[in-house]
């Protein structure tokens, strides 16, 4: 998935105000970290895969994405 297609993603559905990412991370305004992370990600000279903040957009993905939350 490219950028642009996550970030459609993103947009297109209902985003919840808080979420656990992990059992240590706790998002706190999900649409600020996603915002975040794009910036950070526009903005590295890393390769995607080399990109914590895409990491972390792809498990964003991954539990919103999943049938069961």
Known sequence: MAPNELKKY?????LPETLQLTPGVKILN???F???QF???ENT???????????????LYDLLHSPIQ
């Open 45 to 59: 000279s890393n390769s995607l895969d080399q990109c914590p903040a895409w990491s972390r957009l792809l498990k």
């Open 30 to 32: 999900v649409k600020n």
């Open 39 to 41: 910036a950070t990600i």
């Open 10 to 14: 993103f947009e297109s559905i209902h």
């Open 34 to 36: 996603i915002s975040t």
